[in-house]
């Protein structure tokens, strides 16, 4: 190029510059940003926010999904009544109605909840919160020896433990990555949530809608606690390694996009239930036929279901249980969560055979049978330090093989695999022994 070319190019990048200067949004925009990061990257304010935020949102998987799981849970048991209608009473209709039905109905019940909160943490991800949330927890994480960049996996524990094991590959440090896998399993993931819609549902059947909300605010609140926790102890015992520095490129605010924010949504509640769908028929064909073998065509349901192969297995298991409080019918539940935590459910849906409840539905069904669950002594089983205890338990314990799998196969080592989740199990027993008897 020659010179006058040159310099006619100059000119022209130089009006292009000035007219985006001067029509820049955005020294207006910029002041506006500025004003609400101001707020929500403030040390104090900024975790205000955060906590009044995730209160809204568990609030609101509560009182928004309501009329949903009515819904669902309507369609299951008329379903399961529209069985015994055609097939009668016998064992096949109860296979159908009590075991499909009602094992599978128990948890799919709960999937309008589960749609709120991928939602919610879409519409946060798309309006550019969730960077900012990141900037929040930078600096506690440093302290625990891990960084920003720990951030994104430790999210996605709370989708799936599985993908955010996956996701800590981007961290550089092999002492952060270590620090970061052994905390995402104490992560609130959607696995779990089905467990504690339940279990605070019992708790606060026919209270408010905002305090199930907080309590399980709470509970992923102290989720992230132990997680801390446990990262700030192996900080301290793991050997240092130079410091990692994370930096961020702060989105602008945007409003999300409302159909592409309702497609992801649906497609990950899709992808949850594909998951999950096979693991519990599966499981609650095996435990359904556990429970009915040998048959006894005579025998009264609880006769049945002491005298069949689960009721030996779990009376042989009672003692291991009866400190938290429970019986084996629960404690045969926690064991069938290590297949999947969303199995719990299921199963106590099929031993308490919850479609025989009158005419209520699958969930009030089976809150009905957890209400009137009790020991041979007439003691209740599901009290409130009972069902708390429960609530610790599946908040600490690592209950997902699948999660174990994935670790061993990401950090090369079973004994690291196996450590994690003895570790975890036995101290998420020990603190829900002590908050049962504590609670009595």
């Given amino acids: 190029?020659?010179?006058?070319?040159?310099?006619?190019?100059?000119?022209?990048?130089?009006?292009?510059?000035?007219?985006?200067?001067?029509?820049?949004?955005?020294?207006?925009s910029l002041d506006h940003l500025r004003r609400w990061d101001a707020v929500l990257l403030d040390p104090f304010w900024g975790l205000a926010c955060f906590i009044l935020i995730m209160g809204t949102l568990f609030s609101s998987i509560f009182w928004a999904a309501a009329p949903l799981m009515d819904l669902v849970d309507g369609g299951f048991s008329w379903l399961a009544e529209l069985v015994h209608i055609y097939l009668g009473t016998g064992p096949f209709a109860d296979f159908i109605a009590d075991g499909i039905i009602g094992g599978v109905g128990a948890v799919l019940v709960f999937v309008p909840q589960i749609f709120i909160l991928f939602l919610g943490f879409t519409l946060l991800e798309d309006s550019g919160y969730l960077s900012r949330a990141a900037t929040i927890v930078d600096r506690p994480l440093q302290m625990m020896g891990l960084s920003g960049r720990a951030f994104v996996p430790i999210l996605s524990g709370f989708a799936c433990a599985v993908p955010a094991v996956m996701a800590s590959r981007n961290i550089r440090s092999a002492r952060e990555r270590w620090i970061t896998v052994f905390i995402i399993p104490f992560m609130t993931c959607s696995a779990r949530l089905p467990v504690y819609a339940l279990l605070l549902t019992f708790l606060f059947h026919d209270r408010p809608a905002w305090i199930p909300g907080l309590a399980l605010t709470g509970l992923y609140i102290g989720a992230l606690v132990l997680g801390a926790i446990a990262a700030s102890a192996l900080h301290k015992i793991l050997k240092r390694s130079a410091d990692t520095h994370f930096l961020l490129e702060l989105p602008v605010y945007r409003w999300p996009k409302a159909a592409f924010t309702l497609r992801l949504a649906v497609r990950r509640t899709v992808s949850y239930v594909k998951k999950a769908g096979p693991t519990i028929f599966v499981f609650v064909l095996i435990l359904w036929?556990?429970?009915?073998?040998?048959?006894?065509?005579?025998?009264?349901?609880?006769?049945?279901?002491?005298?069949?192969?689960?009721?030996?297995?779990?009376?042989?298991?009672?003692?291991?249980?009866e400190p938290m409080g429970l019986d084996w019918r629960a404690g045969l539940g926690i064991i069938s969560a290590f297949v999947a935590r969303e199995v719990f459910v299921s199963s106590l849906?099929?031993?308490?055979?919850?479609?025989?409840?009158?005419?209520?539905?699958?969930?009030?069904?089976?809150?009905?049978?957890?209400?009137?669950?009790?020991?041979a002594d007439g003691r209740p089983v599901f009290t409130v330090g009972s069902v708390c205890g429960l609530l610790v338990f599946f908040m600490i314990a690592l209950q997902c093989l699948s999660t174990t799998g994935v670790v061993w196969?990401?950090?090369?080592?079973?004994?690291?695999?196996?450590?994690?989740?003895?570790?975890?199990?036995?101290?998420g027993y020990l603190a829900a022994v002590a908050v049962a008897q504590a609670l009595g």
């Fill in 289 to 321: 036929v556990g429970s009915h073998f040998p048959y006894q065509p005579e025998a009264s349901e609880d006769v049945q279901l002491r005298e069949s192969v689960v009721g030996h297995v779990g009376r042989a298991i009672e003692p291991v249980f």
């Fill in 349 to 375: 849906a099929v031993i308490f055979a919850i479609t025989d409840a009158d005419d209520a539905g699958l969930q009030d069904g089976l809150l009905k049978s957890m209400g009137q669950a009790t020991f």
């Fill in 409 to 427: 196969r990401e950090m090369g080592s079973w004994r690291y695999a196996l450590g994690q989740l003895i570790v975890m199990n036995v101290i």
């Fill in 1 to 28: 190029w020659d010179d006058a070319r040159i310099e006619r190019e100059i000119a022209v990048a130089e009006s292009w510059a000035r007219a985006v200067v001067e029509k820049s949004p955005d020294q207006r």
